[in-house]
């Protein structure tokens, strides 16, 4: 695994994107201590304190996933950020939330953004970006419900150890993907936010009470009553 740091970058998933992915090694981990233009899920920022928290991308070569799987990538990285967080805070409720958030209790403590390159019916490569909240405390008020690792444990934690501990979890889930893409399923299943638990979503501008069942393998959520099944981000729950 090769680990390259940068005191300051725009966003280590941007930066990747400059790369020429080709002959970049896999497992490459681009790290920033500070990001000046994070970016979240459609399109939002990503707000980080500069140095408080780990802002890092990884590049994947998951060729033996078709395109219609790139979904089971974020459910590996997500499996792998919930036992770190397992870990570190082993008397807490630590849950992935569907579609790319990990969880304690009701609130976010990490968030993954990843973008696939195909070629044909393959992927390519992947860039996976995660951001990790572990010692900020304090956090802008329109975040809408933010944790991190020192807000639950009320001390300061080291992210190089965090990091190294979360790529090893990564390296291993990304194995399993690979050998017994099964058993990486049960466990994200076992560790879904509101899974099982009858509770209200909203679909446009309705809301209505249903309980999730789990994802299908293209990543789309699947409620009953009925099984519907819905895709990334078109379905919101209502906390
Ligand atoms: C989300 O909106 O929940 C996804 C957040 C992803 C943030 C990470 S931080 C490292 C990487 N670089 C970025 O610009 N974004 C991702």
Known sequence: MNIRYFDTLESTNNYCKLLDLNTVEEFTVICAGKQTAGIGQQGNVWNSDPYKNLTFSIILKPTFLSTADQYQLTMMLAVAVAKTTMELLPHHPVKIKWPNDIYVSDRKICGILTTATVNHQHIDSAICGIGFNVNQTVFPAWIPNPTSIALQTGQEH?????????????????????????????????????????????????????????VDRFGHLIINPGKRSFDLKEVQFVI
Do not use: A, H, W
Not at 165 to 183: A, G, M, Q, T, W
């Open 158 to 214: 080291d992210l190089g150890l965090i990091l190294q501990s979360l790529l090893k979890k990564i390296e291993n889930e990304y194995l399993l993907l690979r050998n017994n893409p099964d058993v990486l399923k049960e466990q994200y299943l076992k560790s879904m936010y509101r899974r099982g638990v009858p509770s209200q979503f909203k679909l446009n501008e309705d809301i209505f009470i249903g309980t999730i069942e789990g």
